[in-house]
């Protein structure tokens, strides 16, 4: 099945500093990327996804990237804020069934 | 949040007990899944659904069966509770499968002693 790499599993900025998230995956069919966020305690939540066809997608402070022909896609977070402290998540989508493979996770902490 | 629930939200067993969580929707969504929580693991998928008594498999289903008799309830059981299962349980429902966005349960707080 599809394997997901996620770096870094903790980062720490100042606030208002950009944070970027790294994940790679090994099945180069896979065609739909999406971002989750968990704070503590909490559910995770979609923040943003990408699929294949399209190289960046950009939502107010967030923005994804994705690079087929490496097999990498990244999460860019500008202008931190201390709620954007939390966990999150990347994912690849499988070729052989209805499901997600994701990361293992990144703690993000934004210091005031 | 999506009408999802979960029952029970914590509960601890011993090893060897059958236990069953429940997942509860109130969206009419089509797929559901359950995933575990684990540190340094992420969400493993661990069972879905793709309609009424339609399941599948996902990456760590050993150990773990699930049943689903109407749209809005998708049961997972442990038929015998191992320490290694002590995990956060979470439900998901999705209206059309992965190209949609999954919603999230609360989540329940299993322990096995």
């Known amino acids: 099945g599809e394997n997901v790499e996620q770096h870094p599993s903790t980062l720490s900025v100042q606030e208002g500093d950009s944070a970027v998230i790294k994940c790679t995956y090994s099945?180069?069919?896979?065609?739909?990327f999406p971002w989750y966020k968990q704070e503590l305690g909490k559910r995770p939540q979609l923040i943003i996804d990408i699929r294949s066809n399209v190289g960046e997608k950009k939502d107010q402070r967030i923005a994804v990237t994705l690079n087929k022909t490496a097999k990498h896609f990244s999460l860019h977070i500008t202008e931190t804020q201390p709620e954007d402290s939390a966990v999150y998540f990347c994912a690849a989508s499988s070729t052989t069934g209805n499901q997600f493979y994701f990361g293992t996770g990144t703690s993000l902490t934004v210091i005031p | 949040d999506a009408g999802i629930t979960q029952s029970p939200r914590h509960k601890v067993t011993e090893t060897g007990t059958p236990v069953t969580l429940r997942c509860h929707q109130t969206e009419n969504h089509r797929y559901m899944y359950w995933y575990r929580q684990d540190p340094g693991h992420g969400l493993r998928l661990i069972h879905y659904s793709y309609g009424v008594k339609d399941t599948d498999k996902g990456e760590v289903s050993d150990g773990y069966s699930v049943s689903r008799s109407k749209t809005e309830d998708f049961l997972l059981t442990l038929e015998s509770a191992t320490s290694s299962q002590t995990s956060v349980y979470f439900c998901a429902i999705s209206y059309s499968g992965i190209y949609n966005e999954q919603f999230f349960g609360p989540g329940t707080r299993l322990t096995v002693l």
């Open positions: 099945d180069s069919a896979s065609n739909y």
